[in-house]
């Protein structure tokens, strides 16, 4: 074996043969033949994908291991990590994009060192003419000798790419990366990327300084389609701008004039703005938060800080300023902010000076959880650079939609929007006449005049109450209170008869899940299988609602949303999904309503076999809670559930159907109780607030 060949681990073979972590470690234990560790720890081995290949085959566990999954594994177990191995790979990809024919005779030299020898020249090729000669720019053209362990990979992508395209083989493998990584990474979701550029409005030239993976220039770039875009992106990390540069270029069309120009550079933006004479018409951003080292004690006579020197505690003013000075006269920036820069007695001076000169056109209050970190409602600025003879703009816009989604619905593509209509409309009213009427509890301009006292706070909420839960005053909450009386009722008419104990404890004979499974009674995916998610790195092929493990606990509708390149795993009507993690005993028939929506990660499926099995007396057996309890392993910080372990009575048909109809009103009692505990929460708040703020007399 080589010394570099790709290892994968425990986690990784269960991926590949759709099972459990647990199964492999029986086959480590059973099976004397299974390949050796070759790499990692004695707690978490790694092995040789290769062998590990061959071992599943030989022993009918996989019949061919699916490309994807093949190229993903030789990513992750790139002998120089996965971050090397996704440069490699993209940077062939757009070999692959832009001269597949030169691809073509490239590959077809089977040594794989020969490969590695001429790939250099071939790729500077390409490399040079989309970003610039190599002295300036993030992705550099790797070495033949730190090419020869990616090949394998190289040709794995560019067999993938012949399949699905380029674009999508990088987007399939960077939001994996992504997803497999989420700590490492401070990623702007689709909705709010989307809601920043249509903010800032189509746009010839466009810059991010702290671009990530590049969601904010991928935003810009779909939002107003124009080959001609110049693209800029700068960021600390080398391996994200470099990452940008790769996305934005398979972004466009094959052909090196074919797409935008893109120029991304890795320097520190405050410390060393690698794109000072960039004048932008767009100038989009997702700063770092709270930073201290952000060169407060070098910058201080620096030519940015057109509106004030920020103090060392304001490193968000200085990205906002620097925004500034990279914007022509007129251009627009829209930035992602902490809650706290609106109103910090520290950038008081700040934020005034950015409202005498009309620069600060906009501030818009997301609600909690649309971008992380998800327990802070986050702020967007929207900035215009002052036109030389333009005078200082009377209004400013505040917008707050935290009243319109709550944290736990917000990636709902309905709850999101609401949130995105309503802040498209009120900006574009505001935006062409300079003024808003009032939209209670939502949107307001303020006169810069009323602004200008001692704190300059521009936080949202302090200029906008919200309106009374429930709606807007007497009347809607005498409509929630009609609604949670008639819940109420339900609740009543649909709570369980009276328990009638049986003359002596039944005694069935249990089968497994995993037996039913084998016999062909049903169909089961693992959530090691599952790939519908609400985040992506990747471009934005489809979307549609994801069934999260929390949407089946809490009995809601599929909140999130899909957005990746990967294939969704579509629910059927009748299909059974149970949380994996988390210790409920809780399953869900899948009904009319949910059907179509995409199978969540941490969801098992169940999709019986209507000839052999009642849904709904799958369903209310797998509740047990004896029977999650001995179906359950225990970790220090969770508990995890495997689903081929859980038992059901054989039973005929008839009688599985007479416990399906009992729980099937079990199941519609709960949603009637969930609905009035949360018309109940509405009315009380809602009373609340309508007494405290005067609306509502307490007679």
């Known amino acids: 074996m080589q010394d570099n060949a790709t290892e994968v681990t425990a986690a990784g073979i269960a991926r590949l043969a759709g099972v459990g972590r647990a199964a492999v470690s029986n086959w480590r234990r059973r099976h004397a033949d299974f390949p050796k560790p070759v790499g990692g720890t004695d707690t978490s081995p790694s092995f040789a994908l290769t062998e590990v290949e061959e071992w599943l085959r030989e022993q ?152 990530g993976t590049g969601a904010l220039l991928h935003a810009v770039r779909t939002h107003g389609v124009r080959t001609e875009q110049r693209l800029y992106g700068q960021d600390s990390a080398p391996e994200l701008a470099a990452l940008t540069a790769l996305r934005l270029a398979l972004d466009g069309p094959a052909g090196e004039g074919g797409g935008p120009t893109v120029r991304t550079a890795a320097a520190d933006t405050l410390l060393a703005d690698a794109l000072g004479d960039v004048s932008a018409d767009v100038v989009l951003a997702h700063p770092p938060f709270n930073e201290r080292g952000w060169g407060h004690d070098e910058l201080a006579y620096d030519p940015r800080w057109e509106y004030g020197f920020p103090a060392r505690t304001e490193s968000e003013l200085a990205w906002v300023q620097h925004a500034l000075a990279r914007l022509r006269d007129g251009g627009t920036a829209v930035l992602l902010m902490p809650p706290t820069v609106a109103s910090r007695r520290s950038g008081r001076r700040i934020r005034a000076d950015l409202l005498r000169r009309g620069a600060l056109r906009a501030v818009i209050a997301l609600p909690a959880g649309a971008v992380p970190p998800n327990n802070i409602p986050l702020h967007l600025w929207v900035l215009r650079r002052p036109a030389g003879s333009s005078g200082p703009a009377p209004e400013l816009l505040l917008v707050d939609t935290t009243s319109l989604a709550a944290p736990g619905d917000v990636r709902e593509k309905q709850a999101w929007t609401a949130v995105q209509d309503a802040v498209l409309d009120a900006w574009h009213t505001f935006d062409r006449a300079g003024t808003l009427k009032e939209r209670p509890g939502v949107a307001r301009s303020v ?63 249990l089968t497994t899940i995993g037996e039913l499974a084998r016999a062909g009674a049903l169909f089961m995916r ?7 998610d609400s985040r992506s790195g990747g471009p934005a092929r489809t979307a549609v609602p994801v069934l999260t493990d929390h949407d089946v606990l809490t009995g809601a509708a599929p909140s999130g949303t899909f957005t990746g390149d990967d294939e969704p795993f579509l629910l059927r009507a009748g299909d059974v999904v149970v949380p994996v993690v988390g210790g409920g005993a809780t399953a869900r028939v899948v009904d009319e309503a949910t059907a179509g929506a995409a199978l969540g990660r941490g969801l098992a499926l169940l999709r019986p076999d209507p000839a052999a099995l009642d849904p ?12 999650n309890r001995q179906a359950s392993s225990y970790a220090s910080t969770a508990t995890r559930l495997d689903v081929r372990r859980l038992q059901l009575p054989r039973l005929p048909l008839p009688e599985q159907a007479g416990y399906g109809e009992r729980f099937r009103a079990l199941a519609a009692f709960e949603d009637a109780l969930r609905l009035a505990s949360r018309l109940g929460g509405q009315l009380v708040q809602g009373l609340h607030d309508g007494l405290t703020d005067g609306t509502l007399a307490p007679e």
């Not at 971050?83 to 597949?100: I, Q, Y």
């Not at 369980?496 to 049986?502: D, E, F, Q, R």
């Not at 709904?616 to 797998?622: E, I, P, S, V």
């Open 616 to 627: 709904w007396f799958l369903a209310g057996f797998l509740r047990s809670t004896a029977n």
């Open 447 to 509: 006169p810069v005049i009323e602004l200008l006292d001692d704190e300059v706070d521009l936080a949202p909420a302090r200029r906008l109450p919200p309106p009374a839960a429930g709606g807007g005053g007497a009347a809607e909450l005498t409509a929630v209170r009609e609604d949670l009386a008639g819940t109420l009722r339900l609740t009543t008419k649909l709570t369980p008869a009276s328990a009638v104990p049986a003359a002596e404890p039944a005694r069935w004979p």
């Open 526 to 532: 693992t959530p090691a299988a599952s790939g519908a």
């Open 60 to 211: 009918g566990k996989l019949a061919e291991v699916p490309l994807r999954e093949r190229v993903w594994q030789q990513l992750a177990g790139h002998p120089a990590g996965p971050v090397t191995g996704l440069l490699h790979a993209g940077s062939a990809l757009l070999l692959v994009h832009d001269r597949p024919t030169e691809w073509l005779a490239l590959s077809a030299t089977a040594d794989d060192h020969a490969l590695a020898e001429r790939l250099p020249a071939a790729l500077e090729g390409v490399l040079t003419p989309r970003f610039g000669p190599p002295a300036g720019r993030a992705l550099t053209t790797p070495a033949s000798a730190a090419l020869v362990p990616s090949v394998p990979l190289l040709r794995g992508a560019a067999e993938l790419a012949a399949d699905i395209g380029a674009r999508r083989a990088f987007g399939f493998l960077l939001g994996r990366h992504l997803d497999a990584n989420p700590r490492q990474y401070t990623l702007t979701p689709p909705g709010p990327a989307a809601l920043m550029a249509a903010l800032a409005g189509p746009a010839a030239t466009a810059l991010d300084p702290a671009c």
